[in-house]
Nanobody, 122 residues
Framework: QVQLVESGGGLVQAGVSLRLSCVAS????????MGWFRQAPGKERDFVAA????????LYADSVKGRFTITRDNAKNTVFLLMNSLNPEATAVYYC???????????????WGQGTQVTVSS
């Protein structure tokens, strides 16, 4: 069973950058996709970005394109989310997720971390 642990959240001011990390343990397959999701207060959980562990291809939600970057370090079983030019609308709990497969996607994730809080003040 894969376990995912996020870190890097916190309270920041608008305009700054923040990098989230997610370490995966217990993975035995090389075919996986990792994604980041976020859930703002009172709202549903939304897809943010995904990356294929197979070929590194990425997918982004339109709302974060050009500002957020997802990367991976396969040797360290870690995926990162670099968030630039943060605004208060980015305030949410950010979740790391994983699913089997080779293609980046926003659907079908079945393993989730506990989440890390990101709060952006204006």
């Amino acid at each position: 069973q894969v376990q995912l642990v996020e870190s890097g959240g916190g309270l920041v001011q608008a305009g700054v950058s923040l990098r989230l990390s997610c370490v995966a343990s217990g993975r035995i397959s090389n075919t996986y996709v990792m994604g980041w999701f976020r859930q703002a207060p009172g709202k549903e959980r939304d897809f943010v970005a995904a990356i294929s562990g197979y070929d590194g291809m990425t997918l982004y939600a339109d709302s974060v394109k050009g500002r957020f970057t997802i990367t991976r370090d396969n040797a360290k079983n870690t995926v990162f989310l670099l968030m630039n030019s943060l605004n208060p609308e980015a305030t949410a709990v950010y979740y790391c997720a994983e699913r089997r497969g080779v293609s980046e996607t926003s659907q079908g994730y079945d393993m989730w971390g506990q989440g890390t809080q990101v709060t952006v003040s204006s």
